[in-house]
């Protein structure tokens, strides 16, 4: 099997801004405008059991507000009715009324383990729809924003199982046959996790196709594939194309083919590596290395087949497969090489070619031999990592080699998913094709800059914020640097109430809200119109990056919030609220 190939994010350093200053509070008023609903939002809140992080975040933290990001200013959210509302801006600031635009046909408030409705914008004429109790709807709906053609009629609607949120969903044509793909996520009961949380969480990917082109068009579902994780995903995405799947999470994600079968085969495995004992067992100095191979009985020298080559070893018994077969870390110097029977072992003496490198393993890729380290190589292992352990926090300061020290790290700079990773599945082959260990560069939101491409993913970096574009058909450079914003990494770490994070398609600044009324608005530096001097240092100031703040006058919790070039809208249970951020395109 072909291994995932391990990739790096490639910073572009014309996007960086080294000599950045940090952001001038701006006392500008931002213009607000309030927009009373005549139905309260379909807000579901979490039941008691469902008690997890992952519940949390996966539903405790839904954004109810969806932006049509192929018609931009067009935003939708679900109210109790069960009414997909839209809401337009008309003359630059007012916001249009809410109209009704679809009505699920379910009765929301009968299904007790309900989760909150969810819409996805496939393309420009294609929506998903999740009511929330398991249903999925694939709506057609012509070009939306416009009365005239304006019409949302349902293509396909099944019910698949335990309730979901639709994650992403994209629209595409394969040999002239129209097909919608859909990532619906779940968070289930997990009985054989006794030691964890006790739950699981679930992707599952679904593929709707076009069945019959006459006149009676029909979809229905092509291929349904499951991938199973312990932790919600923090990104997840279909390609344009529908081909793969990339996903950022905090522990790793895997197809589940057949369920049954695969337990069934953990547990197997689980119980052979328990009496499975090694093959073989080795140990080395600067100089050789030895290997010991426990014989059966009653064997001669005779029934032992041992050869030497430069780079190669294979040792194995007669009229059976090899015992050690392969390449060899490094080169030995095999003419000096011997072997020898003692005890019921076979005794293999490796003169290495090159002395001092000490080998990580000796046949390239086998696991079945067991490393011996002997007392002196543990205690110089040991005398070389003690400069990383102490009881004191920093004994001596002034030593070439000091321990690490926590407390030089700053409360913003410490989070627990250090081990997040990106990975790219492929849609045929069900593998993961590449891996990037995003290590420290934590994951802060996702936007949406072109709707034909995947949504952008943001992370820090250093105290910086890089938003990076996802390529699916450059696969040498996937994930492109597109855009940065200064000091957002470090700014966002102190904002302890922040519940959504946000940025527009021309990433020209990026905005934080808080889960009650406070907004942050970042605005990226910007030339100026005045000349302005440095007070300290007397130099001109080319250009300034601007913070902003708005209150909402509303006192119920934020449940929504999208971003465009222009503006904010942000919803509350009873309100919708624009803020006008930039005053020109």
């Not at 059991?49 to 519940?55: K, M, S």
């Not at 200013?73 to 337009?88: A, F, H, I, P, T």
Request: hydrophobic content about 35%.
């Amino acid at each position: 099997m072909e291994a995932a190939a391990n990739c790096s994010l490639r910073v572009k350093r014309l996007l960086l801004d080294p000599k950045f200053e940090g952001y001038k509070l701006s006392l500008e008023p931002l213009a607000c405008y309030q927009l009373g609903l005549d139905s309260a939002v379909a807000e579901v809140k979490l039941r008691d059991d469902q008690y997890t992080l992952d519940h949390m975040r996966a539903f405790g933290m839904y954004n109810y507000l969806h932006l049509d990001s192929w018609y931009q200013d067009n935003v939708y959210y679900v109210d109790q009715l069960g009414r997909v509302m839209n809401s337009s801006v008309t003359l630059d600031t007012a916001l249009r009324k809410p109209r009704e635009v679809f009505r699920l046909p379910t009765d929301l408030t009968a299904c007790d383990n309900r989760l909150c409705a969810s819409i996805h914008f496939s393309s420009s004429t294609w929506v998903t729809i999740s009511d929330g109790t398991g249903s999925l709807y694939l709506i057609k709906t012509g070009k939306r924003g416009d009365a005239a053609s304006e019409k949302w009629e349902i293509m396909f609607n099944e019910e698949l199982g335990s309730p979901f949120v639709i994650v992403h969903s994209v629209s595409f044509v394969k040999s002239d046959v129209h097909s919608v793909a859909g990532l619906l996520l779940r968070v289930e009961k997990d009985e054989l996790d006794a030691e964890g949380s006790g739950f699981h969480v679930s992707l599952e990917w679904v593929t709707i196709t076009e069945i019959d082109k006459e006149d009676n068009q029909r979809y229905e579902i092509f291929k349904r594939r499951v991938l199973q994780g312990k932790s919600v995903p923090h990104y997840a995405a279909i390609e344009p194309g529908g081909d793969g799947v990339m996903i950022v999470s905090y522990k790793p994600f895997r197809f589940m083919q057949d369920e049954e079968n695969q337990l069934e085969k953990k547990e197997d495995g689980k119980i052979a590596d328990k009496k499975r004992d090694p093959v073989y067992y080795w140990h080395q100095t600067e100089d050789d290395l030895t290997v010991t191979i426990h014989l059966p009985q009653d064997l001669t020298k005779d029934d032992i087949q041992v050869q030497f080559s430069p780079d190669q070893i294979i040792v194995a018994l007669k009229s059976q497969p090899p015992l050690v077969e392969g390449k060899l870390c490094s080169s030995v110097d095999h003419e000096s090489c011997t072997w020898i029977i003692r005890d019921n072992s076979l005794e293999i003496s490796l003169i290495k070619k090159e002395e001092g490198p000490m080998w990580p393993e000796l046949v390239v890729g086998d696991t079945r031999g067991e490393f011996i380290m002997d007392s002196s190589q543990c205690s110089a292992v040991a005398e070389r990592l003690m400069h990383l352990t102490s009881e004191e926090m920093n004994p001596n300061p002034d030593k070439e080699n000091p321990p690490c020290n926590a407390q030089e790290l700053e409360e913003c700079d410490i989070f627990l998913e250090d081990s997040t990773s990106l990975c790219r599945f492929d849609g045929n082959t069900l593998k993961i094709t590449h891996v990037v260990n995003l290590g420290s560069n934590q994951y802060l939101f996702s936007a949406v800059v072109d709707p034909k491409e995947m949504p952008c993913f943001c992370l820090r970096h250093d105290i910086d914020a890089l938003l990076w574009q996802p390529r699916s058909d450059q696969p040498d450079n996937m994930w492109e640097h597109i855009a940065t914003f200064n000091a957002l990494g470090y700014v966002q770490a102190s904002k302890q109430d922040k519940k959504f994070t946000a940025c527009p398609p021309n990433c020209s600044y990026a905005a934080i809200c808080e889960c009650l009324r406070r907004v942050f608005i970042y605005r990226q530096p910007t030339p100026l119109s005045t000349v302005l001097y440095n007070r300290k240092e007397g130099r001109q100031v080319g250009q300034v990056a601007k913070q902003l703040v708005a209150t909402l006058e509303a006192s119920d919790p934020i449940l929504g919030f999208q971003a465009t070039n222009e503006r904010l809208f942000v919803l509350t249970t009873k309100s919708l609220f624009l803020i006008k951020v930039n005053t020109e395109n």
